[in-house]
């Protein structure tokens, strides 16, 4: 079991949480509430709610990527690892995280893309370089919790 600080970018939260040695995540401490989540300061939701929030903006923004065909795969080079322990189980999952989230900076990066959330914690992406049809697809995939402009 450890202890990691997190600083999402989506927002200015800070909020420790324990990992244990099957990579489970647990809420432990919010070190700072952002106006938007003051309703979730010190509890154990906080975490949960946050973390939710990013993975959804990572997950959008790497779909994003892959309809608009930026070319970088890192499952490629997952892939290519081959792993039997639960630690390295866990390794590849954080990696497979940090592929994604790769993937949807190198697309914000590129493709001068920006997002934000509403006051209903609503996803706004914008993408000023997809076509209205890429566009429908990843509202598609998307659901009701992201709106791609
Ligand atoms: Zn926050």
Not at 1 to 13: A, E, G, L
Not at 19 to 40: L, M, R, W, Y
């Amino acid at each position: 079991m450890r202890t990691t600080r997190w600083s999402p970018d989506t927002c200015d939260c800070v909020i420790e949480y324990n990992i244990d040695e099957t990579g489970n995540t647990t809420f432990k401490n919010t070190v700072k509430t952002c106006p938007a989540h003051s309703k979730h300061h010190g509890k154990t939701d906080h975490f949960s709610v946050v973390l939710e929030e990013n993975q959804r903006k990572n997950k959008t923004l790497a779909e994003a990527a892959e309809i608009a065909g930026v070319n970088l795969n890192p499952d490629e080079v997952i892939s290519s690892m081959s792993f039997g322990t639960e630690e390295e189980k866990i390794v590849y999952e954080q990696t497979l995280k940090e592929g994604m989230k790769v993937k949807a900076q190198k697309f914000v990066k590129e493709f001068n893309s920006s997002y934000q959330f509403d006051k209903d914690r609503k996803l706004i992406v914008n993408h000023p370089s997809m076509t209205a049809a890429q566009k429908t697809v990843l509202q598609n995939k998307t659901g009701n919790n992201v709106r791609i402009d």
